[in-house]
C-alpha cells in the first residue's frame, strides 16, 4: 500500500509547472479574454512539444506511453494556471474515446495528429437547456450525414474534429465529424472568458461511427474524463486558496493582517479542509483510473463531486477575502471564479454526478 | 500508487485473519454489530470485562498495540500493518474504545517524555488492558484556553503536592493512572508555568464526580485533588515544560481519533437505502440523493486523507496539524445527519425510547451526544485556528494575555 505519487511523477509535475509558470502566466491568460480565438495557440504548441498531449496514448499512436496518474498530475498544472488550451476537450475526450472505441484505422489516422497538436477535438451532445437525457438529442446521421445543431460546444470554434452524440436508426451512437463546409462554427460568450465555446450546426456532414451504444459509452467516457477534470479543480481551487492565503497575510485592516481576525482564518480553514478532502478523493480516483478498477464509477463521481465543491468555495472565497479588490477586473479573483463554474457544468452539473455516485453506492453493509 | 497489498502485507493480512478467526469473541459479535452510536453494545456481558479480556487475548500473541516496541507491550509494527490489523478487527475494534486515552495519547507522551523504567514497567500493562489511564487536562477555567489551566502542584522535599479540579475527563472512574497538567509558577507567563506528571488514580485526595450530561448519560468525570502527593520522579518531561508535553499529547490525540472518527454515514446510508419516502424508495428522492453524496464525499474524503497520513508516516513523517480537520468535519456532519433522519422520520422523529423509535434510537441518540464531538479535543473554531494559524500559516489573533505573568492575567469573576 502506498497513496502518493511517485518521484518520477511528481518531477513530471514540476517540469509542467514550470512551463506554465514561465508561458502561461496571468498576462497570457488575460491576452485570450478579449482576443480570438480564445485559447493560446503558442502554450497549446508549448504543450505538444513536451509530449503532453499524448502523455497516456501508447508510443506507438505518438504518444508518450505513461499512464493516467501522470495524465491526472498535468490536468493539476493545468486547472491551478487556468490554462486557455483545449486539452480537456482534445485529451480527456477526444484522444480517450479514440483509444476505447477507435477502429485501428481511426486510430492510426487521428492519435499522432493529436498527440502532435495538429489536430484539435470537442465533444459535441447538449442541444437544449437543461440536463442532457436521451431525448433531448434530436441530431441524427442519415446515410453517413449528420444534421444537427449542438449549442454549448467547448472549444467547438477551435477543434478540427467533432465527437457528436446522435440519433442513428433507433438508437444514439458517437460519431466523428471533421470540421468543413457542411459545419457551420458561431463562437458565444461563456461566463469564462478563457475558454472557446461555440455553436456547431451540422449541415449533412460526413460522419464516420465511432461507437454505437453512445449514452451508455458516455457515461463511461464521463467517468474517466470526470477523474482528470477533478484535477483541474483541484490545481485552480489550490491556486485559489494561495491567493487568498496571501492576500490575508499582507492586507492590513484595523491596524492588523485581515488573516489575524477570525472571520477570515476561519473561513480559510474551511477552504483548506474542502480541499483537502477533494485532493485525498481525487488521489483514490488516479488510482482507481490508471488500474481501470471495478469502483471507478464511484470513485470518478466522489473526486468529481468533492472537487466541484472545493474548487466553487475556494473561488467565490477568495472573492471574499480580497473584499471590493477582488471584485475588480484587474484582480485574478474572477478569472477563477469563472473557470470554477464553467468546469461545474462542464460533463453535467453537481447535481447530476450527485446522483450519479448514489447510484453507485454499495449496499451499507458491503462498506 | 497503489492501494493493493504487498506479497509481504497480504502475507500479513493472512496471519492476522487467523488469529482472529481463532481467538476474537464471536459469541459477542451480534451484539457488537447492533451497537448505537457512543456505546457499545455486548448484550448481557459486562462491557468493561469483555474489553479486557479481548485486549489481554491480543497482547499476549503479540496483537495489541502493534506499533509500540516489543519491550513495551507492542509487535515493533510498521504503520501499514497497524491498518491491515484495524481493517481486519473490523467489528471487534468496537471493543477498544476503553483503551484509546491510554494507548493512543498517554502512551506515546510517556515515550517521549518519562524516564524509561517508568515506561518498562507501565507500558505493558497498558498495552494489555490490565491497566487503563485517563488524561486529566480541561479544567473550568482552561477548556479552548488550556494553557489558562490552575490546578496548582508545589514542590514539597521529593514530592508535589497538587491541588485543583480538573473536568471532561472520560473514563476516570475505571481509570488506573492519569496524565496530569499542572500549574507549578503562576509568576512566569502562562504557557512557560506548566508541569506534567502521572499519578495513581487511587491517591488519597483524588475524588471523582461523575457528570450528569446534557444527553442524559455520564461518559466525563470531574476529578478534584486536595493534598494528592506525587512522588517527583512521576514528572513527565521537565519542571515548566509541561506545555510542550501536551501539545505532543495532543497531536496524537487529533491522530488517534482523526482517522477513525464516526461521522454518521454508513448508519443514514443504511437507513436511506432501506426506508420508503412519500411511497417510494428514498433513495429516489432527489433532496436524500444530493445529502448523501455530499456526506459520502466527506467521509470518503476523511478516509483516503488517513491513508495518505499513513504513507507519510510510513515515509518517516510525523502526524501534522491538518489532521484537525476529522473532527470539525466529522463532528458537524454527525449533527446534520442526525438532524436529517429526523426530519424524514416527521413528527415520529421525536421519540427516544429505543423500544418504540425508529432504528432503536440510534439517531436521536446522534443527535444529542453530537455538539459534544463538536466540543471534546478541541472545539471547530480552536481546529480552524489550528488549521489557520499551523497550517495556513496565518498571524495569530491579537490576545490579552501575551507577555505577562500569569497571575496578572485578567479573569472573569470566580
Known amino acids: 500500500m502506498n497513496f502518493d505519487f511517485s518521484d518520477d511523477q511528481k518531477l513530471l509535475a514540476d517540469q509542467v509547472k514550470r512551463y506554465l509558470d514561465d508561458n502561461c502566466g496571468m498576462d497570457r491568460v488575460r491576452q485570450v479574454l478579449t482576443g480570438s480565438p480564445r485559447m493560446a495557440q503558442d502554450v497549446w504548441e508549448g504543450l505538444a512539444r513536451m509530449g503532453l498531449l499524448g502523455t497516456a496514448v501508447p508510443e506507438s499512436y505518438g504518444g508518450a506511453g505513461a499512464g493516467y496518474a501522470e495524465l491526472c498530475l498535468v490536468a493539476q498544472q493545468l486547472g491551478a494556471h487556468i490554462a486557455p488550451v483545449p486539452f480537456g476537450s482534445t485529451v480527456y475526450l477526444v484522444a480517450e474515446a479514440l483509444l476505447l472505441w477507435g477502429s485501428q484505422a481511426q486510430q492510426e489516422y487521428w492519435l499522432p495528429q493529436i498527440c502532435a497538436g495538429t489536430v484539435k477535438g470537442a465533444l459535441a451532445t447538449v442541444e437544449s437547456v437543461g440536463q442532457l437525457t436521451p431525448g433531448q438529442i434530436h441530431a441524427e446521421v442519415v446515410n453517413g450525414a449528420l444534421c444537427g445543431k449542438k449549442v454549448v460546444v467547448t472549444d467547438g470554434g477551435v477543434a478540427d474534429l467533432y465527437l457528436v452524440m446522435a440519433k442513428h436508426g433507433d438508437q444514439l451512437s458517437l460519431f466523428l465529424v471533421e470540421r468543413a463546409a457542411q459545419v457551420d462554427v458561431l463562437n458565444v460568450d461563456s461566463v469564462d472568458l478563457s475558454r472557446d465555446v461555440a455553436q456547431v450546426n451540422f449541415q449533412n456532414a460526413p460522419a464516420q461511427l465511432l461507437v454505437a451504444q453512445g449514452w451508455n459509452a458516455l457515461e463511461v467516457l464521463q467517468n474517466r474524463a470526470a477523474v482528470l477534470y477533478a484535477f483541474e479543480q483541484l490545481g485552480g481551487a489550490q491556486r485559489a486558496l494561495d491567493m487568498a492565503v496571501a492576500y490575508a497575510q499582507e492586507r492590513f485592516a484595523f491596524g492588523r493582517a485581515i488573516g489575524s481576525f477570525q472571520a477570515i482564518k476561519h473561513m480559510l480553514a474551511d477552504m483548506f479542509v474542502s480541499l483537502k478532502l477533494a485532493e485525498s478523493n481525487c488521489y483514490y480516483a488516479a488510482w482507481a483510473l490508471a488500474n481501470n478498477t471495478a469502483d471507478l464509477p464511484l470513485a470518478a463521481a466522489t473526486a468529481r463531486v468533492s472537487a466541484t465543491q472545493a474548487f466553487q468555495l475556494c473561488a467565490k472565497d477568495n472573492i471574499q477575502v480580497h473584499g471590493g479588490m477582488g471584485f475588480t477586473w484587474e484582480f485574478d479573483c474572477h478569472l477563477y471564479y469563472r473557470r470554477s463554474n464553467y468546469l461545474a457544468l462542464e460533463l453535467g452539473s453537481l447535481s447530476e454526478w450527485e446522483a450519479r455516485l448514489v447510484e453507485a453506492l454499495p449496499r451499507v453493509e458491503n462498506i | ?414
Not at chain 2, 459486562?46 to 509487535?75: I, M, N, S, V, Y
Not at chain 2, 510542550?244 to 491522530?255: F, G, H, K, S
Not at chain 2, 459520502?296 to 497520513?309: D, E, F, H, I
Request: aromatic share 8%; with cysteine.
Open chain 2, 1 to 414: 500508487m497503489d492501494f493493493t497489498d504487498t506479497p509481504a502485507e497480504a502475507a500479513f493480512r493472512e496471519q492476522a485473519r487467523d488469529f482472529i478467526a481463532a481467538n476474537a469473541p464471536h459469541y459477542l459479535a451480534e451484539h457488537l454489530a447492533k451497537s448505537g452510536f457512543g456505546h457499545t453494545n455486548t448484550g448481557e456481558h459486562d462491557a468493561l470485562t469483555e474489553a479486557k479480556k479481548w485486549q489481554r487475548t491480543k497482547a499476549q500473541a503479540g496483537w495489541a498495540c502493534l506499533q509500540w516496541p516489543t519491550e513495551f507491550g507492542g509487535r515493533g509494527a510498521s504503520p501499514i500493518e497497524n491498518v491491515i490489523w484495524s481493517q481486519e478487527e473490523g467489528l471487534y475494534s468496537r471493543l477498544t474504545g476503553t483503551f484509546i486515552i491510554g494507548q493512543g495519547m498517554c502512551a506515546p507522551t510517556l515515550m517521549a517524555f518519562a524516564d524509561p523504567s517508568h515506561n518498562t514497567r507501565l507500558l505493558p500493562k497498558l498495552a494489555s488492558g490490565e491497566e487503563v489511564w485517563c488524561q486529566l487536562f480541561s479544567e473550568p477555567h482552561g477548556g479552548s484556553d488550556l494553557a489558562g489551566l490552575r490546578t496548582k502542584a508545589e514542590k514539597d522535599g521529593d514530592e508535589w503536592l497538587v491541588n485543583g479540579q480538573k473536568i471532561w475527563t472520560s473514563g476516570a472512574q475505571h481509570s488506573d493512572y492519569g496524565l496530569l497538567i499542572t500549574r507549578t509558577d503562576a509568576t512566569v507567563a502562562k504557557h512557560k508555568g506548566l508541569t506534567m506528571f502521572f499519578l495513581d488514580m487511587k491517591s488519597p485526595g483524588v475524588r471523582i464526580v461523575p457528570i450528569k450530561q446534557a444527553n442524559g448519560n455520564s461518559e466525563f468525570n470531574e476529578v478534584y485533588f486536595e493534598n494528592v502527593r506525587i512522588p517527583d520522579d512521576q514528572r513527565v518531561g521537565g519542571v515548566g515544560e509541561g506545555w510542550r508535553v501536551a501539545i505532543t499529547t495532543l497531536m496524537n490525540e487529533r491522530m488517534a481519533i482523526g482517522g477513525s472518527i464516526a461521522t454518521g454515514f454508513p448508519e443514514i446510508l443504511e437507513w436511506a437505502q432501506s426506508a420508503q419516502l412519500n411511497g417510494r424508495p428514498a433513495l429516489e428522492d432527489p433532496n436524500v440523493k444530493s445529502k448523501l453524496a455530499d456526506w459520502y464525499v466527506k467521509a470518503a474524503g476523511l478516509k483516503n486523507n488517513a491513508s495518505r497520513q499513513i504513507t507519510t508516516l510510513s515515509k518517516g513523517g510525523l502526524p501534522g496539524p491538518e489532521n484537525s480537520m476529522g473532527k470539525l468535519v466529522a463532528g458537524n456532519m454527525m449533527q446534520d445527519i442526525a438532524k436529517f433522519a429526523l426530519d424524514l422520520q416527521g413528527l415520529s422523529g421525536v421519540l427516544v425510547d429505543p423500544s418504540v423509535a425508529e432504528g432503536a434510537a440510534r439517531f436521536q441518540a446522534m443527535l444529542l451526544r453530537s455538539p459534544a464531538v463538536r466540543i471534546e479535543g478541541g472545539t471547530d473554531q480552536i481546529l480552524r485556528n489550528i488549521i489557520g494559524e499551523r497550517v495556513l500559516g496565518l498571524p495569530e489573533d491579537m490576545r490579552a494575555d501575551k507577555g505577562i505573568a500569569f497571575s496578572d492575567i485578567p479573569t472573569s469573576a470566580l
